[in-house]
Nanobody, 124 residues
Framework: QVQLVESGGGLVQAGGSLRLSCAAS????????MGWYRQAPEKQRELVATITSGLITNYADSVKGRFTISRDSAKNTVYLQMNSLKPEDTAVYYC??????????????????WGQGTQVTVSS
């Protein structure tokens, strides 16, 4: 199994910054895509940013120019640097990763894993 553990959430004033981290561990063979999603109260989970193994990034329009996603492939870790935070960024942020993991008999199988979520609260 592949587990994702997030850290770095918290309470910050509008205009402030936070950095989220997410480390993948377990029977990993390779990690393909990593990303961050968020879910505000009574709203659906939405994409924030993703990054491929080739470091191609994609951002939601609402965070472009303020958030930066990066990864350390050697550590199977993805980061989200959040600057100029706004109250509307308040949500539970979830890490996501997919790729391949070791399976029985020397084979591999796909994995698609989510972290437990970390709360980000931006006060006005």
């Amino acid at each position: 199994q592949v587990q994702l553990v997030e850290s770095g959430g918290g309470l910050v004033q509008a205009g402030g910054s936070l950095r989220l981290s997410c480390a993948a561990s377990g029977t990993i063979f390779s990690v393909s895509n990593m990303g961050w999603y968020r879910q505000a109260p009574e709203k659906q989970r939405e994409l924030v940013a993703t990054i491929t193994s080739g470091l191609i990034t994609n951002y939601a329009d609402s965070v472009k120019g303020r958030f930066t996603i990066s990864r350390d492939s050697a550590k199977n870790t993805v980061y989200l640097q959040m600057n100029s935070l706004k109250p509307e960024d308040t949500a539970v942020y979830y890490c996501h990763a997919d790729g391949f993991e070791h399976n029985k008999g020397g084979t591999m199988k796909k994995f698609d894993s989510w972290g437990q979520g970390t709360q980000v609260t931006v006060s006005s």
